[in-house]
């Protein structure tokens, strides 16, 4: 878990962040967002990988700025990176709180989180569009 969460925090950190705040992603050869393309609103992954990339930065404030959930997600990888590493080092006391969390938990906080920060991200672009 520690070496697959600071592989993604080290992708982030080869990739420059789009300051458009989305489009990051094309760096590694993905497309754009079809959504985002067609309906001028983002999707509810719209700004991640950009929001990685500033977080491994240590810009965590652009991060939020962009993508909330993306940022927050970053952080999740850090403390994975952390305790999975302390875990694999024999130090499985510090680990014993996430075992005790239900699945439902671990899906369903994360899926509000995103689609939390969607609904934001979609008020802002209203606001930019004259809420048209």
Do not use: D
């Not at 962040?17 to 497309?31: C, F, K, S």
């Amino acid at each position: 878990m520690a070496l697959g969460a600071l592989a993604l925090l080290g992708v982030a950190a080869a990739l420059q962040p789009n300051p458009r705040g989305l489009g990051t992603h094309e760096q590694l050869g993905l497309r754009a967002c079809g959504f985002h393309e067609r309906t001028g609103y983002p999707c509810p992954t719209c700004g991640m990988t950009t929001a990685f990339a500033y977080a491994a930065r240590g810009r965590l404030v652009e991060a939020f700025v962009v993508q909330p959930a993306g940022a927050l997600l970053a952080l999740g990888c850090l403390v994975v990176a952390v305790f999975g590493g302390y875990a694999a080092g024999g130090g499985q006391a510090a680990t014993h709180w996430l075992m005790r969390l239900s699945l439902a938990k671990l899906i369903l906080v994360p899926a509000g989180v995103i689609m939390a920060s969607w609904l934001w991200l979609c008020w802002l672009t209203a606001l930019r569009h004259g809420g048209n």
